[in-house]
């Protein structure tokens, strides 16, 4: 909502994951050069402001870096310019979808997308390389096989990310877990090894 907890946890879990996996290949691509994760909030009260300390714990203790993440707020073009959106809840992503309908296709609650991607036949999607274009081929057929496994069905109350504000930091420990029971795999996914 704010863009200072689960969000930004999430834009670096995923970089961090997707630097795990290039570091198993000996590849000479950075993370950021393949995939490329941002968050925003639904309300812009914390624009400007950094993580919330607690949520900048975890992404340290996790070996990802929080420095120089600025909150936003979510703006119909931060939609338009990307191939996945990952929301904490289903009001957010209700939210998403008041803005941009046509990103139905796109757009999870990230337990969803994790539940979902279980059924992801890996075989079908286009061959892995560690090109730029490569993995964005690979993830948008991703994507469009999870939109396919989800068919008209919506998210379940547990797919929801509990919001941790103003708890401690074992409930910020417990949403990163979870977000990284989807992040993790997803990486997988999209860059396996060889």
């Known amino acids: 909502m704010g863009n200072i907890c689960r969000s930004p946890m ?6 961090r994951a997707v630097r795990e996996r290039l570091a198993t290949q000996s590849a000479e691509v950075s993370a ?21 300390p607690a949520a900048a714990r975890q992404i340290r203790a996790r070996g990802g870096d929080p420095a120089g993440f600025a909150a936003r707020k979510l703006r119909p073009e931060h939609i338009d310019a990307t191939d996945l959106v990952l929301t904490a809840t289903g009001e957010q992503q209700e939210y998403v979808l008041g803005l941009r309908p046509d990103a139905a296709g796109r757009t999870f609650v990230l337990g969803q997308f994790g ?17 730029p274009e490569a993995v964005y081929r690979r993830g948008v057929a991703l994507v469009e096989q999870v939109n396919a496994a989800r068919g008209d069905a919506g998210p379940l109350p547990g797919d929801d990310l509990e919001d941790p504000w103003g708890r401690g930091d074992q409930c910020f420990s417990r949403v990163a877990d979870e977000i990284e029971e989807t992040l993790v795999p997803l990486a997988s996914l999209l860059l396996p090894t060889r």
């Open 10 to 15: 999430a834009e670096r879990l995923l970089v």
């Open 115 to 131: 539940r979902l991607l279980a059924k992801v036949d890996s075989a079908a999607l286009p061959a892995a390389e560690l090109t």
């Open 32 to 52: 950021e050069e393949l995939v490329h994760s941002h968050s925003a909030g639904t309300g812009g009260w914390h624009a400007g402001e950094g993580m919330d």
